[in-house]
């Protein structure tokens, strides 16, 4: 078949002849075949086909070439790039097929402006060199990235005008979402950021009665417990115990897990062997000197509310010329991130990251999908007893 009258297109690319196929090609540019005259061929001259569809070199593929690809429509398509609920498992993953086979990139500054949302998360966190806190932004990270969201990490410094500041930051951004680990007992973030109340939001770590939020928690008091009832059953019962601000709800909650326990066991509380002090190695280090040094009846075993207490508690201990388990045996809630290379090997519960960073984000989508029901979420994430060698076990 061939063009009966040259054409000339007043345009440098490919020409690709399609026959009778425009109400299927919607959105391409189509282009009559006309004679020299500018009139429509007669009978007699009329071209083979109808249309021809005209396409630039190398120009990027289209939403409407994914929908023609995967034999759905444009809007499914579009709702299967951004994980709509609506959209089925099958679907889905046969559209993302054809997606990456393009590497195909959805325009999203135009469709911030159509939509409202940008795809990005805001991620705030007091200390990122925390492992803790690393891990759960990794966790989360890899989950957002799985739906196509960008994460936004900003690190506040365990600073209560920081953490303000950058969430205002993020909600200019326009952010879809945030994650917030907040400090200290300060619960008036909506008062100062209005705007945040109205994002979807997900608090961990901290929480606060006056803040309105899905929030994802360690069950703190239950593993305080079953730490403390560890070292109980290998005979100690001057258990000092290390912990953070009891403004925060980790501090507070892990040192009423230690005090439940020991009158669960028939022990009495003892203020003398409690230290609340930061969550940083200093702390645990100053909190180990301060119980030990110059003390006639020291405790013969501590539990840590963090690991890097931990970590600073070894690093004081191996300083006071103390050896662990025989001179005083301890326990951590978490475990430290260089926990293999640490001798004895510290018992801790087992590790809460994943879990919570998972948890955390998956709330986080829901809330941003618009589900019901998932701002008032509250879950409490428990784990069990890691057992090392710090506490006296084999």
């Given at each position: 078949?061939?063009?009966?009258?040259?054409?000339?297109?007043?345009?440098?690319?490919?020409?690709?002849?399609?026959?009778?196929?425009?109400?299927?090609?919607?959105?391409?540019?189509?282009?009559?075949?006309?004679?020299?005259?500018?009139?429509?061929?007669?009978?007699?001259?009329?071209?083979?086909?109808?249309?021809?569809?005209?396409?630039?070199?190398?120009?990027?593929?289209?939403?409407?070439?994914?929908?023609?690809?995967?034999?759905?429509?444009?809007?499914?398509?579009?709702?299967?790039?951004?994980?709509?609920?609506?959209?089925?498992?099958?679907?889905?993953?046969?559209?993302?097929?054809?997606?990456?086979?393009?590497?195909?990139?959805?325009?999203?500054?135009?469709?911030?402006?159509?939509?409202?949302?940008?795809?990005?998360?805001?991620?705030?966190?007091?200390?990122?060199?925390?492992?803790?806190?690393?891990?759960?932004?990794?966790?989360?990270?890899?989950?957002?990235?799985?739906?196509?969201?960008?994460?936004?990490?900003?690190?506040?410094?365990?600073?209560?005008?920081?953490?303000?500041?950058?969430?205002?930051?993020?909600?200019?951004?326009?952010?879809?979402?945030?994650?917030?680990?907040?400090?200290?007992?300060?619960?008036?973030?909506?008062?100062?950021?209005?705007?945040?109340?109205?994002?979807?939001?997900?608090?961990?770590?901290?929480?606060?009665?006056?803040?309105?939020a899905a929030c994802v928690l360690h069950d703190n008091a239950h593993g305080a417990g079953l730490l403390v009832?560890?070292?109980?059953?290998?005979?100690?019962?001057?258990?000092?115990?290390?912990?953070?601000?009891?403004?925060?709800?980790?501090?507070?909650?892990?040192?009423?897990?230690?005090?439940?326990?020991?009158?669960?066991?028939?022990?009495?509380?003892?203020?003398?062997?409690?230290?609340?002090?930061?969550?940083?190695?200093?702390?645990?280090?100053?909190?180990?000197?301060?119980?030990?040094?110059?003390?006639?009846?020291?405790?013969?075993?501590?539990?840590?509310?963090?690991?890097?207490?931990?970590?600073?508690?070894?690093?004081?201990?191996?300083?006071?010329?103390?050896?662990?388990?025989?001179?005083?045996?301890?326990?951590?809630?978490?475990?430290?991130?260089?926990?293999?290379?640490?001798?004895?090997?510290?018992?801790?519960?087992?590790?809460?990251?994943?879990?919570?960073?998972?948890?955390?984000?998956?709330?986080?989508?829901?809330?941003?999908?618009?589900?019901?029901?998932?701002?008032?979420?509250?879950?409490?994430?428990?784990?069990?007893?890691?057992?090392?060698?710090?506490?006296?076990?084999?």
């Amino acid at each position: 078949m061939g063009i009966r009258h040259p054409i000339n297109f007043p345009y440098h690319g490919i020409v690709n002849v399609v026959g009778n196929v425009y109400n299927r090609n919607i959105g391409w540019p189509f282009v009559k075949f006309l004679s020299p005259s500018g009139r429509r061929d007669s009978e007699d001259a009329k071209p083979a086909v109808d249309f021809v569809r005209v396409e630039k070199e190398g120009s990027p593929i289209r939403l409407e070439d994914i929908a023609r690809e995967s034999g759905v429509s444009i809007k499914t398509v579009s709702r299967a790039i951004h994980d709509h609920p609506d959209v089925s498992s099958a679907t889905k993953s046969r559209v993302m097929k054809i997606v990456d086979k393009h590497n195909y990139s959805p325009n999203w500054a135009a469709q911030s402006l159509r939509s409202q949302k940008t795809h990005t998360v805001g991620f705030v966190v007091p200390n990122i060199t925390n492992g803790y806190f690393g891990e759960i932004g990794m966790t989360m990270d890899r989950l957002f990235r799985s739906h196509r969201y960008a994460t936004l990490i900003s690190f506040t410094s365990n600073d209560h005008q920081i953490e303000i500041e950058s969430l205002n930051s993020l909600i200019n951004k326009n952010v879809d979402g945030i994650v917030f680990a907040p400090i200290g007992g300060a619960g008036d973030y909506f008062r100062k950021v209005p705007l945040l109340a109205r994002k979807p939001l997900v608090i961990i770590d901290n929480a606060f009665k006056e803040m309105d939020a899905a929030c994802v928690l360690h069950d703190n008091a239950h593993g305080a417990g079953l730490l403390v009832e560890h070292l109980y059953r290998h005979g100690h019962r001057r258990i000092a115990c290390v912990t953070g601000p009891t403004e925060e709800t980790s501090g507070a909650e892990r040192l009423e897990g230690y005090r439940t326990a020991l009158a669960r066991l028939g022990l009495p509380y003892d203020e003398s062997l409690v230290r609340v002090t930061n969550w940083e190695i200093n702390g645990g280090d100053e909190a180990i000197r301060d119980l030990f040094g110059n003390r006639a009846q020291r405790p013969t075993a501590v539990f840590f509310a963090n690991s890097q207490q931990l970590l600073g508690g070894y690093k004081a201990f191996n300083s006071l010329g103390l050896s662990l388990p025989s001179d005083v045996a301890v326990v951590s809630f978490d475990p430290p991130n260089v926990m293999d290379s640490l001798v004895p090997r510290p018992t801790t519960l087992e590790a809460f990251e994943e879990k919570i960073g998972s948890a955390a984000a998956r709330c986080l989508l829901e809330l941003i999908q618009g589900k019901k029901g998932a701002r008032k979420r509250a879950m409490r994430i428990r784990g069990d007893v890691r057992v090392g060698t710090s506490c006296g076990c084999a």
